[in-house]
Structure formats: structure tokens, C-alpha cells
């Protein structure tokens, strides 16, 4: 099945710095979303992008589908932001989104 | 248009119990999957199923785990006898349409509910 890779695991940050996580995976996909799991563990989701670019607010992620990357920038971060970021994807006609690791971020105040 | 609902949200159960594990999906969306997600890790797909069909079941343990979407009423996942390896966060995800089938209107979007969390002592 594919194989979806995180980076970098973990990330510390100061309030309003900005960062760049990285989501690569091993076979073409149709489907490619952006989580963020927050300190109570619930999933949000942030971004349904299996190709192209989209932007909302201080997030903006950008997927390469031809070269199997996905990234996902994190720009003036605050407190807030902190959680874990998870990438999940599949491919076409698969039924199960395969999850990353995560990049485990903290943002200090 | 209230999200995914799972309930409940904690579960404590001891050793050799049954754990029952209810998920209602949003509105319109007819595709329901469970994930597994344990302590410091991601999460892990388990079953897909539609109304009164499993469709993929391939990331469930052989025994003890079973799944349901009835005609009425909420998905639930089941587990019996329950062991300690069973404590995690358990997630119901529910979409539109099938998640490997790529949709400009992204309907193939996974919504998750709040998750229930199991605790076997």
C-alpha cells in the first residue's frame, strides 16, 4: 500500500515565526488531506488538496502530485497552532486514508 | 448541520468486557470509516462501511472487532472481550463519497467526529 512519510517529526516554534511541513508519499493519489489535531484530540480538518495550491488565512498548502509531495506552511504562528499535523491520502479506488506520523509543533509565547 | 457524533466520549472498561462504540455521520454522507489511533502515533484505518455493508474491513483484528451500519441508527464498532493492547482513541470519519475517488467539489473529504477515547483496566 502507499507509504506516506512526515517531516520533520517535531517542531518547536516562537510566536510568530513561520514553518514548512512536509508530506511525502510513495504512489499517486487521489485524495490528500491536512489535519490538525489539537491538545484534546480532536481532528480538524485544514485542507482537502490532492493537487494545486490553496490558501486560507495563515495557512496555505501547496501538492505536487507528479512529484509525490504535499507541504503545508504555517505562516505569523501563534499558541494556538500547537497540535500535531497529520497528512493522510490514498489512492484511487483504495478505500482507507493512510495517515503520517504527524509533525508534533509547539509554538511558545 | 450538526458534524460526525461519537459516543461515548470516555469508556472505561475492565479486562474480558465488551466495548460498544456508536458513531451517527453527518447529514448526507452515506460512507462511514473507523480509525484506530494509539498513544504518541497516527492514525490507523480499520473498516469502511456503507448503510448495512461492510465494504473494507481489511485493518481489523480477525477477532474480538466487529462493525455495523445498520439501515436506522448509528455505526457501531464492537469489541469483545476486551484486553489492555485495546485502550486507544477510536475515530469515526464520515464522507460523502468514496475516499479514493478524487471529486473537484472534494466530496470525498473525511469529516472526523470528537472520538471516543477506551481506557481497559
Known amino acids: 500500500g502507499i507509504q506516506v512519510e512526515q517531516s520533520p517529526p517535531d517542531l518547536i516554534l516562537q510566536e510568530g515565526a513561520n514553518s514548512t511541513l512536509r508530506c511525502n508519499f510513495s504512489d499517486s493519489v487521489n485524495n490528500l488531506q491536512w489535519f490538525h489535531q489539537n491538545p484534546w484530540g480532536q481532528l480538524i480538518n485544514l485542507f482537502y488538496i490532492p493537487s494545486g495550491t490553496k490558501q486560507n488565512g495563515r495557512l496555505s498548502a501547496t501538492t505536487v502530485a507528479t512529484e509525490r509531495y504535499s507541504l503545508l506552511y504555517i505562516s505569523s504562528s501563534q499558541t494556538t497552532d500547537s497540535g500535531v499535523y497529520f497528512c493522510?491520502?490514498?489512492?484511487?479506488?483504495?478505500?482507507?486514508?493512510?495517515f503520517g506520523a504527524g509533525t508534533r509543533l509547539t509554538v511558545k509565547p | 448541520n450538526a458534524g460526525v457524533m461519537q459516543n461515548p466520549r470516555h469508556l472505561v472498561r475492565r479486562r474480558g468486557q465488551e466495548a460498544r462504540l456508536r458513531c451517527s455521520p453527518m447529514?448526507?454522507?452515506?460512507?462511514v470509516y473507523w480509525y484506530r489511533q494509539l498513544p504518541e502515533e497516527g492514525l490507523k484505518f480499520m473498516v469502511y462501511l456503507q448503510k448495512e455493508n461492510i465494504i473494507d474491513e481489511s485493518g481489523m483484528p480477525k477477532e474480538r472487532f466487529s462493525a455495523e451500519f445498520p439501515k436506522e441508527g448509528p455505526s457501531i464498532l464492537r469489541i469483545q472481550q476486551v484486553v489492555r493492547g485495546d485502550s486507544a482513541a477510536y475515530f469515526c470519519a464520515s464522507s460523502p463519497r468514496m475516499t479514493g475517488t478524487q471529486y473537484h467539489s472534494g466530496a470525498n473529504v473525511l469529516t472526523f467526529g470528537a472520538g471516543s477515547r477506551l481506557t481497559v483496566l
Open positions: 493522510a491520502t490514498c489512492e484511487e479506488g483504495n478505500n482507507d486514508m493512510r
Open positions: 447529514k448526507g454522507h452515506s460512507h
